[in-house]
Nanobody
Framework: QVQVVESGGGLVQPGGSLRLSCAAS????????MGWYRQAPGKQRELVAG???????NYADSVKGRFTISRGNAKNTVYLQMNSLKPEETAVYYC???????????????WGQGTQVTVSS
């Protein structure tokens, strides 16, 4: 199995910044992609940003130019730098990891427990 652990959430004022961290560990032969989703109260979970093993990134239109996803120096870690945060971005942010446990296994998608981000004055 793969464990995914997020950290870095908290309370921030509108216009402020936060950096989320995510680390995946366990039965990982290869990592295909990692990234972040978020879910606000009463809303569906939505993709925020993702990054592949090759370094390709994708972002939700609403966060382009303000959020940056990057890979850490440590293996199987990613960061989400969030700038100019808005109150409507208050949500639980979930990290995901897409990986294989062996060279021939199917990819699995693994999720963290989520970290709360609250944007409020």
């Amino acid at each position: 199995q793969v464990q995914v652990v997020e950290s870095g959430g908290g309370l921030v004022q509108p216009g402020g910044s936060l950096r989320l961290s995510c680390a995946a560990s366990g039965s990982i032969f290869s990592m295909t992609a990692m990234g972040w989703y978020r879910q606000a109260p009463g809303k569906q979970r939505e993709l925020v940003a993702g990054i592949t093993s090759g370094g390709s990134t994708n972002y939700a239109d609403s966060v382009k130019g303000r959020f940056t996803i990057s890979r850490g120096n440590a293996k199987n870690t990613v960061y989400l730098q969030m700038n100019s945060l808005k109150p409507e971005e208050t949500a639980v942010y979930y990290c995901y990891a897409v990986s294989k446990s062996t060279p021939t296994s199917h990819e699995g998608v693994f999720w963290g427990q989520g970290t709360q981000v609250t944007v409020s004055s």
